[in-house]
């Protein structure tokens, strides 16, 4: 019989870290080409401001963020193995549409850790990070939501 994994202290309410970004235009191409968004509205600053917009940035667009986060020093608060990581879900909640010279911040909380035995008689550590991201005017834009899954290691 597989017991469960040690207690721990839970890290729910840690702040993990805070990150600011602008959303370029061109990044706002690039991604609209790597992800083979066929609307012209990310691509062609005309049609985009035919409907109303500055070029609109695509629905995963807030992954750039990623680039600005020291990833080391958040796997490590969170006292996790980074080569038994692997992300479990990210899902986005938009308030509004992302615009190209939005600038944003986001602070990235924990929500949700969790350790459970898997069916191989393994455990898991599912840990669930949400990061609001605001406008400069403090407004919401957009609420990410991760889980991270931490396999054990033997």
Same mark, same amino acid.
């Given at each position: 019989m597989t017991s469960a994994p040690p207690a721990r202290q839970s890290l729910v309410g840690t702040v993990v870290d805070t990150v600011r970004f602008e959303v370029e235009r061109g990044k706002i191409r690039e991604f609209a080409v790597a992800s083979r968004a066929g609307d012209p509205v990310h691509t062609d600053p005309s049609e985009a401001a035919r409907r109303g917009y500055d070029l609109?940035?695509?629905?995963?667009?807030?992954?750039?963020?990623?680039?600005? $986060?020291?990833? $080391?020093?958040?796997?490590?608060?969170?006292?996790?193995?980074? $080569?038994?990581i692997v992300v479990g879900s990210t899902s986005w909640e938009y308030a509004r549409p992302l615009v190209a010279g939005d600038a944003l911040t986001g602070v990235r909380t924990v929500v949700a850790d969790e350790s459970k035995v898997s069916g191989s008689g393994g455990?898991?550590?599912?840990?669930?990070?949400?990061?609001?991201?605001?406008?400069?005017?403090?407004?919401?834009?957009?609420?990410?939501?991760?889980?991270?899954?931490?396999?054990?290691?033997?």
């Open positions: 609109l940035a695509t629905a995963t667009h807030v992954v750039v963020a990623g680039h600005y $986060r020291d990833q $080391r020093a958040f796997v490590a608060k969170l006292g996790l193995d980074i $080569r038994w455990s898991m550590r599912l840990v669930t990070l949400e990061t609001p991201y605001v406008d400069a005017q403090g407004d919401l834009v957009v609420r990410q939501r991760e889980v991270l899954i931490e396999r054990s290691g033997s």
